[in-house]
């Protein structure tokens, strides 16, 4: 970006870009260490001066890039990107899967999403943590828990499609298989999160998901999965 002074068109210099990158470091830095302290310990008990010690910079540096801690936790949901329901609903519906098959999809993408990196995973529990970890944090990550709990709607309309196409086991209704199967992709989405062994997890979890969704189906035999 080049400034204009004096009429003239100013280039910015190896010193300004320098100080830019070193500013976006610092930046980076802050954003690291409060998502560990906030895992690990809980927002409410991470002061500004922790998180600036754990960066190793200064609390004027701290101040320099967020106002306070609330705008930490913004920046560090920005930085995370969850995965969107729609785009992951648009690939199944260019893939023409049916119901079962766009949910086990949509299960398995979200389950991989969270277990493979560590931010994700970091992001997840910290947005889960109650009012006693997240102190007067609590209502932005309960605004952000809500967008992650809607799932449970397209769950149900996905569902009432499997009704229309006649597939639904007669043991469940639209709206109990959207309770089912969003309590248990949270709990595995949670114990992916805290083991340690989560390679040795990951095919138990698939399992899970595709023993529930093959419940819901009307016909028992083998079926064709995504």
């Not at 002074?5 to 210099?13: D, F, S, V």
């Not at 397209?154 to 709206?175: G, I, M, N, Q, S």
Request: hydrophobic share 40%.
């Amino acid at each position: 970006v080049s400034a204009l002074e004096g009429g003239a068109l100013k280039r910015p210099t190896s010193r300004m870009r320098n100080s830019k990158a070193v500013a976006e470091q610092t930046k980076t830095s802050l954003l690291d260490a409060a998502e560990r302290l906030f895992w690990e310990r809980g927002a409410a008990r991470t002061s500004i001066m922790d998180i600036a010690r754990q960066a190793g910079v200064t609390r004027g540096a701290f101040y320099h890039h967020f106002r306070d801690k609330r705008a930490v936790l913004v920046a560090l949901i920005e930085r995370v990107h969850f995965l969107q329901d729609q785009a992951v609903l648009q690939r199944a519906a260019e893939q023409k899967l049916d119901g079962i098959a766009t949910l086990r999809t949509w299960c398995r993408e979200v389950f991989e999403f969270f277990v493979v990196d560590q931010t994700r995973q970091r992001m997840f529990g910290i947005i889960m943590h109650g009012q006693e970890s997240l102190g007067d944090l609590y209502d932005l990550a309960e605004g952000h828990r809500s967008e992650l709990f809607r799932s449970h709607e397209t769950f149900e309309v996905l569902l009432k499609r499997v009704r229309r196409e006649k597939r639904l086991a007669a043991t469940w209704t639209p709206a109990t298989a959207a309770i089912a199967l969003q309590s248990m992709m949270y709990g595995l989405i949670d114990q992916g999160v805290r083991r340690t062994d989560r390679s040795d997890f990951r095919p138990t979890a698939l399992a899970c998901i595709d023993r529930l969704l093959d419940s819901f189906a009307r016909d028992s035999t083998v079926r064709k999965r995504a």
